[in-house]
Structures are given as structure tokens and as C-alpha cells.
């Protein structure tokens, strides 16, 4: 019951006390700051001939209407100086009307002028009073504005499909109000940029609001790169964001596994060449070969294929070094190499293989070190019987 006691009388405190103020007293003790104000704490050291901090003009000082500025002034020379901005715009002079003007004392060692941001936006001029050619500098104070950008930036969109970019406007500086969204032509020409899903878009005070922005891709559009301007508008000022489009289109790949084969004269090999869908293609694909020379036979089997969307299919491919009829000579020997296309319309991709034909038989079909073998054992006997034969004839002679 204590506790509730205290907690009445404290209202009926803070009431009767503000009963007693003007209305707009009691307003002014109960607002609520603006969420952008903030503190700013700047150093500034001024010499009669290098100017603010070492050059002339100064820094530019950028800052927002409603900031506070604590500003050390710390005088580089040992000579007095002054601190002014140029508020009131009436030029830079000696005697400055500081009623209306931001004006430090003057110092010689180092200061501390704090001050409120209370006038802009607008550009001014600051200067010191006592060197007015030497130390001048700009001082920003920005008005409302706000900032367009699309998330994602960089789309990839298939032919005959659409995707979407979110546009985020943001309020800086306090800005408050509506904003007329367009988009540029692509570049190159071919996209279709669909309308913003809100638009126009109201942003709020130290806020942001957003729109879909739907990019939409024709079926025979060219793959490759495109870039699009989304502009934010309103009675005074604009602001871009570009989003880049990649289209590509459907496809698919061929390998050869293995990529390479070694057979001997006479006898044959095979490899198994795949083929995968990519972007969702689907079609027939018709399969093509091209030797480096001539001499080994190539077949597909089956020489075309259905490609399925999202998935692989193979052909078996065969390399026969056989002779191909009765009076051909035998394959030579040697590297070749083997390429193997895939068409499917305007898709036309490659893949190749390396053959290598040895030699594996000689005359009659034997290996070539039996024909070695036997050229050597004929040889011997033909010496052996020539020697009988004059071994019989010696004797007769005797």
C-alpha cells in the first residue's frame, strides 16, 4: 500500500507541475530528440601560414542539421586565432556578426568550441577572423536526401524465365516523402524489365522502403551479359542503382571416359561418351566423328540420343583398327586423335580422345617373333643342307 501511495502522489507531482508551465514549454521539456542527431568531435589546428591543419583551404567539414560539434582549436603558431562559419553568408571579414554567425574566442593555445548544427542545409565558408585569406575552409551541412540500391545486384536468368531484384530506398538525412521508381532500356537491348511491385514508394523519416523489381527474359534472347538502370525520382532530385543480368541459355556438356585408348592392329576399343543436361535442356543430340588420319573406323552406337532434363545419357563409341575389306592394307601403326561432336540445333559442343594403334601380328597372322624365330631357324637349315651336300659330294670325289 506504501508503494501505491508514493507512486499517486508522483503523478499527481508531475501533473500539478506541468499545469503550472505554458503548454509549449512543457512540449519543448518532453521531445524526443531526432534519432539522426549526433555528437561530432573534430580537432582543427590553425597557422597564420599553412592554414587548417597544414593546408589552405582546410579540411571540408561535413555534418548534419541537429549534430553537435565539440571542436578542439588548437592554434599551430602560437598566434591568435578565431574559429568563424560563415552562417549568415555575408563574406569573410574581420568583424563578423557572431549574433547569427558560429564564432570560437580567440585562442592562442587550444580550445574547446562546442556548438549546435542548428541552420542548413547549405555549403559555408569557415575562416579565422584574424587571417582571413590564409584560413578558409568548407563547411557541409547536407539536406534531406535518400539512397537507391538493389539487392541482389547481379541476377542470372534462363532464356524464357524471370527472376526479381529487391530496390531499397533509404532516408538520409531525415528525409521524408515519395519516390517514383523507372527503369532504364537494357544495354544491350533484349530484357524485359516487368513493373515495381509498389510504386510510387513512401519513405519514411530515418527509414527505408522497398519494391520487387522483376526482370523478365524472351525465350530467344541472346545469352550473355546486361545491364539495367533503376531510378529513383521525385520533384527535386534522383538517384540510380544498376543491376547486371546474366542470361544464359539451355545447354549441355560431352567427355569422353576414357579420354584415351591404346589397341593393336586388328583388334578394337571402346569408350563411353556422356552427355549431361544443363539449364534444363532436353532434345536429341546427334554424335559426329573426325579422325586427325584416316586408317581406324569409328562407330556410335546408338549414333543419337535423347538428353533428359536435368540428367545424362551415353553412347557407346568403338575404334577398330581391322582392315575394312578385302584388299585393304592393315591400319597404320600410330598416334591419332579422335573428335567427337555433339549438335543439337544451334548447341554444338566437342569433346576428344587419343588413340593409339600398335602393331600386335606379322605374316600369316603370327606373332612377329615367331616370324623372327622362323626367318632364323629356315635360315640355319638352309646353311645345314648346303654343307651336306658338299660333305656327300667330297666324299664321292675320294
Known amino acids: 500500500m506504501s508503494h501505491q501511495k508514493a507512486l499517486i502522489i508522483c503523478i499527481l507531482t508531475l501533473f500539478l507541475i506541468g499545469s503550472t508551465l505554458p503548454s509549449s514549454n512543457f512540449l519543448t521539456l518532453m521531445a524526443v530528440p531526432k534519432a539522426h542527431a ?12 599553412a592554414g587548417w591543419n597544414g593546408t ?28 568563424v562559419i560563415d552562417v549568415h553568408k555575408d563574406g569573410v571579414t574581420p568583424s563578423p556578426n557572431c549574433s547569427v ?11 574547446i568550441y562546442p556548438f549546435s548544427v542548428d541552420f542548413g542545409p547549405g555549403t559555408y565558408t569557415y575562416y579565422c577572423s584574424v587571417h582571413l585569406n590564409s584560413m578558409v575552409g568548407t563547411f557541409i551541412v547536407p539536406g534531406p536526401d535518400y539512397g537507391v540500391s538493389s539487392s541482389p545486384s547481379s541476377l542470372t536468368i534462363l532464356q524464357g524465365a524471370n527472376a526479381n531484384s529487391t530496390v531499397s530506398i533509404t532516408s538520409l538525412n531525415n528525409f521524408a516523402g515519395s519516390v517514383t521508381l523507372s527503369s532504364s532500356p537494357s544495354s544491350p537491348a533484349g530484357l524485359i524489365p516487368s513493373s515495381f511491385s509498389v510504386n510510387p514508394v513512401t519513405v519514411p523519416a530515418g527509414g527505408t522502403a522497398k519494391s520487387n523489381f522483376t ?51 586388328g583388334s578394337s576399343g571402346t569408350t563411353t561418351i556422356t552427355l549431361t543436361s544443363l539449364n534444363g535442356f532436353s532434345g536429341t543430340v546427334s554424335l559426329t566423328s573426325i579422325l586427325s588420319s584416316s586408317g581406324p573406323q569409328v562407330t556410335f552406337s546408338p549414333p543419337s540420343v535423347a ?35 555433339g549438335t543439337s540445333g544451334s548447341s554444338v559442343h566437342s569433346t576428344t580422345l587419343s588413340l593409339t594403334v600398335g602393331s600386335s601380328s606379322g605374316v600369316g597372322g603370327l606373332p612377329s617373333s615367331a616370324i623372327i624365330g622362323g626367318g632364323i631357324a629356315a635360315a640355319i637349315a638352309v646353311v645345314a643342307g648346303i654343307v651336306y651336300i658338299l660333305r656327300r659330294k667330297t666324299r664321292t670325289q675320294t
Open 307 to 341: 538428353v533428359p532434363s536435368g540428367g545424362s545419357i551415353s553412347s557407346t563409341l568403338t575404334v577398330s583398327a581391322v582392315p575394312s575389306g578385302a584388299y585393304s592394307t592393315s591400319v597404320s601403326q600410330g598416334s591419332y586423335t579422335v573428335t567427337v561432336t
Open 38 to 49: 549526433v555528437s561530432h568531435s573534430i580537432k582543427l589546428t590553425g597557422t597564420a601560414y
Open 56 to 83: 589552405n583551404p582546410g579540411p571540408a567539414i561535413t555534418v548534419t542539421k541537429g549534430d553537435s560539434v565539440f571542436l578542439t582549436l588548437v592554434s599551430g603558431d602560437s598566434s591568435p586565432h578565431t574559429f
Open 215 to 265: 526482370v523478365s527474359v524472351p525465350a530467344g534472347t541472346t545469352p550473355g551479359p546486361y545491364s539495367l538502370t533503376v531510378t529513383g525520382s521525385n520533384s527535386t532530385t534522383s538517384r540510380n542503382t544498376s543491376v547486371s543480368v546474366t542470361v544464359i541459355a539451355p545447354d549441355f556438356t560431352i567427355i569422353s571416359s576414357p579420354s584415351s585408348l591404346n589397341i593393336l592392329q
Open 101 to 111: 554567425n558560429k564564432c570560437s574566442s580567440t585562442f592562442t593555445t587550444t580550445i
